[in-house]
């Protein structure tokens, strides 16, 4: 049974910001080299349990939970239907008939316990009325080649970290003064902790293993890329856009003259399509005159094809709605629109692999 429903009590519970991916991070394992961490990056697999409860938005529901696997949703539940309910054919499969009603009783249960943290922190920060929102996301990542583990519990109030559990000494890392009685409370938990530790490092673990089997069909089927280069203006930056890929897990780079090139390099997010096919886009900012006196490529590589997809830097190949060519970019291939949490929170990467907040509201 998966355990993860064993929850703190009403008065100090789930308050959040994503996990940081610095390579110290509750790793259990480490690669040896760049290669494996770039094959790490392609075969890891990832589930992430997100609970977001809001305040002050009319016509939205109080309190959301999901479970998402390799950026694939599986199940859901919100203060408005009562009810979790799978969201992959597969997902009804993998566990028992009985699991969804258990589910249902504790997700009622977290829904209580989450409108009381956002009354509980409100105090906290001398506020009253407006949009709060508080959440929680927890998980583990697993890496089916090299075997390494990581696990994250980190939570927040109104789009800024609150609390966060460091793996390595059990404890808690409260980055807000407002955050400290709830840290010096959980830190003399030392059942809870343990818990926590079995959980992240080993039961959830455990279940990602469990449900990437039930979906093996799903996950490792492939679909390649569709990529374009694409620019605005002569003065803006090239963007290497890849669409239409199965899994996930993609790597995308810029090479110059046969060589990674990372400087003027910003990584974009890899989001999902409505056909279930992901995009993502990499930024490359040079001047014209640099990437047309140098062999520049883009070359994007998906998890389970051995083809490397790539393409040439040329004024052939760009599109653009300026110059000879006189090819209109689709508006609808730069416009990523992300879903996360149904539009309270984005979690962004920028280029250094660092998680940062949005809030939307």
Same mark, same amino acid.
């Given at each position: 049974m998966d355990n993860r429903n064993r929850w703190c009590n009403q008065e100090e519970c789930p308050l959040i910001g994503p996990p940081q991916q610095s390579e110290d991070d509750c790793?259990?394992?480490h690669p040896n080299d760049n290669n494996q961490k770039h094959k790490g990056h392609l075969s890891s697999h990832s589930i992430r349990y997100v609970y977001t409860a809001t305040s002050?938005?009319?016509?939205?529901?109080? &309190?959301?939970?999901?479970?998402? *696997?390799?950026?694939?949703?599986?199940?859901?539940?919100?203060?408005?239907?009562?009810?979790?309910?799978?969201?992959?054919?597969?997902m009804a499969k993998a566990v028992g008939s009985d699991y969804w009603d258990r589910e249902t009783q504790n997700s009622i249960g977290r829904e209580k316990s989450f409108k009381?943290?956002?009354?509980?922190?409100?105090?906290?920060? %001398?506020?009253?009325?407006?949009?709060?929102?508080?959440?929680?996301? &927890?998980?583990c990542e697993w890496d089916d080649e090299t075997g390494v583990t990581r696990g994250f519990n980190q939570q927040g109030f109104d789009g800024e970290d609150f609390i966060s559990f460091d793996l390595k000494t059990l404890t808690w890392i409260a980055p807000k003064p407002q955050a400290v009685i709830t840290k010096?409370?959980?830190?003399?938990?030392?059942?809870? %902790? =343990?818990?926590?530790? %079995?959980?992240?490092?080993?039961?959830? #673990?455990?279940?990602?293993?469990?449900?990437?089997?039930? =979906?093996?069909?799903? *996950?490792?089927?492939?679909?390649?890329?569709?990529?374009?280069?694409?620019?605005?203006t002569p003065s803006s930056p090239v963007t290497c856009h890849a669409t239409g890929f199965y899994p996930r897990r993609v790597h995308v780079t810029w090479k110059k003259d046969g060589q990674d090139h990372h400087e003027d390099v910003e990584m974009g997010e890899t989001l999902q399509n409505d056909d279930g096919t992901f995009q993502t886009s990499v930024h490359l900012n040079v001047k014209p005159e640099e990437w047309k006196n140098n062999k520049y490529q883009c070359v994007v590589?998906?998890?389970? #094809?051995? =083809?490397? &997809?790539?393409?040439? *830097?040329?004024?052939?190949?760009? *599109?653009? %709605?300026?110059?000879?060519?006189?090819?209109v970019v689709v508006a609808g291939l730069l416009v990523i629109v992300a879903a996360v949490i149904i539009g309270v929170v984005i979690w962004k990467k920028n280029r250094k692999g660092e998680c940062t907040v949005t809030h939307l509201l």
């Amino acid at each position: 049974m998966d355990n993860r429903n064993r929850w703190c009590n009403q008065e100090e519970c789930p308050l959040i910001g994503p996990p940081q991916q610095s390579e110290d991070d509750c790793q259990v394992g480490h690669p040896n080299d760049n290669n494996q961490k770039h094959k790490g990056h392609l075969s890891s697999h990832s589930i992430r349990y997100v609970y977001t409860a809001t305040s002050g938005i009319p016509d939205f529901p109080e &309190f959301v939970n999901l479970g998402i *696997l390799d950026g694939m949703q599986i199940d859901y539940y919100d203060s408005n239907t009562k009810k979790v309910v799978p969201k992959q054919d597969w997902m009804a499969k993998a566990v028992g008939s009985d699991y969804w009603d258990r589910e249902t009783q504790n997700s009622i249960g977290r829904e209580k316990s989450f409108k009381a943290n956002i009354d509980t922190a409100k105090q906290r920060f %001398n506020q009253t009325g407006g949009v709060h929102v508080a959440q929680m996301m &927890f998980g583990c990542e697993w890496d089916d080649e090299t075997g390494v583990t990581r696990g994250f519990n980190q939570q927040g109030f109104d789009g800024e970290d609150f609390i966060s559990f460091d793996l390595k000494t059990l404890t808690w890392i409260a980055p807000k003064p407002q955050a400290v009685i709830t840290k010096n409370k959980w830190d003399n938990n030392k059942a809870g %902790n =343990e818990y926590w530790k %079995n959980y992240l490092t080993q039961e959830c #673990i455990d279940w990602v293993k469990k449900y990437v089997d039930y =979906e093996k069909s799903s *996950l490792m089927r492939t679909v390649p890329p569709s990529v374009s280069l694409l620019q605005k203006t002569p003065s803006s930056p090239v963007t290497c856009h890849a669409t239409g890929f199965y899994p996930r897990r993609v790597h995308v780079t810029w090479k110059k003259d046969g060589q990674d090139h990372h400087e003027d390099v910003e990584m974009g997010e890899t989001l999902q399509n409505d056909d279930g096919t992901f995009q993502t886009s990499v930024h490359l900012n040079v001047k014209p005159e640099e990437w047309k006196n140098n062999k520049y490529q883009c070359v994007v590589q998906v998890s389970g #094809i051995k =083809e490397d &997809f790539i393409k040439d *830097l040329t004024e052939d190949e760009l *599109l653009s %709605n300026w110059g000879k060519t006189n090819r209109v970019v689709v508006a609808g291939l730069l416009v990523i629109v992300a879903a996360v949490i149904i539009g309270v929170v984005i979690w962004k990467k920028n280029r250094k692999g660092e998680c940062t907040v949005t809030h939307l509201l």
